[in-house]
């Protein structure tokens, strides 16, 4: 089945540009999405289509796309951005869909 | 202002049925929109479980799909989850979601007897 890995984890200071990683075979074909969830909430969309912010999201949140591997960059990261963050796509192959492995972003 | 509110049974016994329904306040089921079902294990990452479309058009994750079903009914403006055979690998927070952006606020179904 198709996967979509991250790096467990991600650690910056406040301030500092904190970028995370999503590897998949299908993402040269396909879009990335990426959730931002904190401690006991729902997710909550903040890239869609590899680089288009919804409304409401901070323009230090960016996303871009290369190849196998789509990175959501976080610029000039704030302490209220700790959370687990995931990727989301779709298999060129099939209409399976699926997240990535998360990853933990700690800001200190 | 669109909402999706979760609900079902929050205990489910081994080998039975999960079942539960998501409610739209909103928007019309029939626009033009993917519905979802995500899953999320207690301390552990999210897990796509399948999707439907207005017309009926499903898509299941292969891991899943032998045992999920999901429906919609356009008069509740509403869509359903049917995970059967279930066990305690299937206790997890569950989200309904609409497209991309919009999700619920989730519902934690324990598989114990």
């Known amino acids: 089945s198709y996967e979509l890995t991250q790096p467990p984890s991600v650690s910056v200071s406040p301030g500092q540009t904190a970028r995370i990683t999503c590897s998949g075979d299908?993402?040269?074909?396909?879009?990335a999405y990426w959730y931002q969830q904190k401690s006991g909430q729902a997710p909550v969309l903040v890239i869609y289509?590899?680089?288009k912010r919804p409304s409401g999201i901070p323009e230090r949140f960016s996303g871009s796309s290369s190849g196998t591997m789509a990175t959501l960059t976080i610029s000039g990261a704030q302490v209220e951005d700790e959370a687990d963050y995931y990727c989301?796509?779709?298999?060129?192959?099939?209409?399976?869909?699926?997240f990535g492995t998360g990853t933990k972003v700690t800001v200190l | 202002q669109v909402q999706l509110q979760e609900s079902g049974p929050g205990l489910v016994k081994p080998s039975g049925t999960l079942s539960l329904t998501c409610a739209v306040s909103?928007?019309?089921?029939?626009?033009?929109?993917?519905w979802s079902w995500v899953r999320q294990p207690p301390g552990k990452g999210l897990e796509w479980i399948g999707e439907?479309?207005?017309?009926?058009?499903?898509n299941y994750n292969p891991s899943l799909k032998s045992r999920v079903t999901i429906s919609v009914d356009k008069s509740k403006n509403q869509f359903s989850l049917n995970l059967s055979s279930v066990t305690a690998a299937d206790t997890a927070v569950y989200y309904c979601?609409?497209?991309?952006?919009?999700w619920g606020r989730g519902t934690l179904v324990t598989v114990s007897s």
């Open positions: 989301y796509s779709t298999d060129s192959g099939s209409d399976q869909s699926v």
């Open positions: 439907i479309y207005h017309s009926g058009s499903t």
């Open positions: 909103g928007d019309s089921i029939s626009s033009n929109n993917w």
């Open positions: 979601v609409k497209g991309f952006d919009l």
């Open positions: 289509e590899d680089s």
């Open positions: 299908a993402l040269p074909k396909k879009y």
